[in-house]
């Protein structure tokens, strides 16, 4: 799935913008993430060079985590109040609070953990909202994900840029 959405954000974005902002929105994508950006740039899809791609997925992808940690219980408690919007945010709340075991166990090394094993449904937005809804200190869960996304840019460079560079490239 992953693959088809970069596939997709390749082709519709890839030749109207530069190929680093492409990787750039691409990783902040809730779901696609660095792990995406990082997979567009190789040399799979827009073959960015890797010292310019790292930066730009990682920073791309801790954008919105700092927002997320302080404002989404709020935002989600405001939203749950419409009969509109009540639905899509407990079923986002049930989806994320059924993977928080390894966060609420371990905390920091939980949360570092699940941001940075670049697996289907964990990453920096579902780690920093499971963190925001457990409510782990903005001080504590906000080094634990950078240290996370910094592990799955390790990573994904290393998927991105070896392993599918060299069956794609």
Sequence with gaps: ?????VQWFVENLGGSAAKELVI???SMIPILELRGGLLA?????LDVEMWRAIPICIVGNLIP?????????????????TKIFRPMVE????RA??????IEKYEFWGLLLFVGIPLPGTGAWTGSLIA?????????????VILGVLLA????????????????G
């Design 97 to 102: 609070m059924n993977k928080k075991d390894q």
């Design 132 to 144: 925001s809804l457990l409510g782990i200190r903005f001080r504590k869960a906000f080094p634990a």
């Design 153 to 168: 840019a390790f990573i994904m460079t290393i998927l991105s840029y070896t392993i599918l560079g060299s069956i794609f």
């Design 24 to 26: 750039f929105i691409i």
């Design 1 to 5: 799935m992953t693959e088809t959405l």
């Design 91 to 94: 079923k986002l709340e049930n």
């Design 65 to 81: 985590v700092p927002f997320i940690l302080l404002f989404i219980t709020a935002i989600f408690n405001w939203l749950k109040k």
């Design 41 to 45: 740039a190789g040399p799979a899809f």
